[in-house]
């Protein structure tokens, strides 16, 4: 797949870095064993699930936007349905969310007889270098894991996992690689989900985040998405206290054609968000998108200016905003996490959009998010054009971060 291709070498350092970790660990200790002797590893047994596992739409892949029909405050996979323009009926997802699965039901990646399950098995005629599994590998593990940005808790988990049944068993790096990636497609699996979009319009949405972390961007790669799914877009420069992140704006406004509605520098970014949804609802907009500022070095005054812009546009529609999306920059690993959590004080942050993943070596603070928040990840941000916007897959991004190659 295209993607995969391009969201792999963008993640290459990222891949890179456990690859070579985990060569280094197997070698460590390892010894070669001829070919014949190779056997594929089974897909690992799921254990019980860090999080409730959701069934993901087959069009989550695809597409970063998902149209569902009410809205509602909160998101949860019931709310999907299907999308209007659904390729083709075999795909439409079933709006399915079981709170009665059992904890011990496996996710879904191994479902697909897909990317992973092809890699699976695959038979290689060199000798390879297979390492026992004991508590000293498990150690390595665990340290090439969090220094991967992983997280301790995540990281001991997805070693435990890893573990479970194959103490004591010879494993290779192929080995190790895929069932790591099968652990993190696990732990991803039910927070890939589209940006849910309601038939409400305008559709409020309210971008937050530090400052530098790539909300301009993203909200011109996001207005560029929308438009191109045919819809009317409006953009409100809400961080009026900077010039440049207004001017910034245009031009990503002007790159997706889309309308930026800006305020004097210094006045109120609540009566701006006011004015824009006055307009959006007076145009017939689809989508009102909202830039912030992201000035955490003071939080009071951050947090009245959000909740001001939330009470001031609820006045309008009073179920907006109808997505808040958190944009955080992958470069800052364990940072992210920090961060999540003084956005999630500050605003009812919906979703979330990781930028800058190409080119980093801290991919692997998404696993970490997605197993401490279960926030919905809505797309990934791998490079700096206006269609360097993806939707979050968790295989792929599982394949990309730990360095599986179907060659
Ligand atoms: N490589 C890469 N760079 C990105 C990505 N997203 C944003 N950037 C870059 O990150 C820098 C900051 O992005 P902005 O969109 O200006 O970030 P912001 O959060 O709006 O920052 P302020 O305007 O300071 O509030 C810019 O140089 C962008 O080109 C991405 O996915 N990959």
């Known amino acids: 797949m295209a993607f995969f291709s391009k969201l792999k070498d963008k993640l290459f350092k990222s891949s890179s870095k456990l690859e070579e970790g985990l060569d280094a660990i197997v070698e460590d200790g390892g010894e070669e064993i001829a070919a014949e002797e190779v056997t594929p590893q089974p897909a690992p047994e799921p254990q019980a699930a860090p999080v409730v596992p959701e069934p993901v739409p087959e069009t989550a892949a695809s597409l970063v936007i998902d149209e569902v029909s009410e809205p509602t405050p909160t998101l949860t996979p019931e709310i999907f349905e299907m999308p209007e323009a659904a390729p083709e009926p075999e795909q439409i997802p079933e709006p399915v969310a079981k709170p009665s699965v059992p904890e011990t039901e496996p996710l879904k990646p191994a479902s697909k007889p897909g990317f992973l399950a092809r890699l699976t098995g695959r038979a290689s005629s060199q000798p390879v270098v297979k390492r026992v599994l004991d508590d ?150 689809d989508l009102l998108m909202i830039d912030t500022a992201g000035r955490l070095q003071n939080r009071a005054d951050l947090m009245e200016e959000l909740s001001k812009i939330v009470r001031v546009i609820r006045k309008k529609d009073e179920t907006a905003p109808h997505n808040t999306l958190l944009v955080l920059d992958a470069t800052t690993g364990q940072n992210a996490l920090s961060q999540v959590e003084t956005f999630q004080k500050l605003a009812d942050v919906s979703g979330l959009v990781m930028t800058k993943l190409d080119g980093t070596a801290k991919g692997g603070v998404l696993v970490a998010l997605a197993d401490k928040f279960g926030l919905p990840i809505h797309a990934i941000g791998v490079g700096e054009q206006i269609d360097d916007l993806a939707p979050f897959d968790p295989e792929e991004f599982a394949a990309a971060l730990t360095g599986l190659t179907t060659e």
């Open 136 to 285: 000293d590998m498990l150690e390595q593990l665990e340290e090439l894991l969090i220094a991967s940005d992983m997280g301790v808790d995540t990281a001991l988990r997805v070693t435990a996992n890893i573990a479970e049944g194959r103490f004591g068993k010879r494993l290779s790096t192929s080995e190790i690689k895929q069932l790591l990636a099968s652990e993190v497609a696990r732990i991803m699996e039910p927070v890939a989900r589209p940006l849910p979009l309601y038939p409400t319009t305008p559709q409020v949405v309210l971008v937050v985040g530090v400052n530098g972390s790539g909300k301009t961007t993203t909200i011109g790669k996001l207005a560029s998405q929308f438009r191109a799914a045919g819809k009317k877009v409006v953009i409100a420069a809400g961080d009026t206290f900077r010039a440049a992140a207004v001017e910034q704006l245009q031009v990503w406004g002007e790159r997706a054609g889309v309308p930026v509605l800006t305020a004097p520098e210094g006045s109120d970014p609540a009566s701006l968000a006011f004015d824009a949804i006055t307009k959006a609802q007076e145009d017939g907009a």
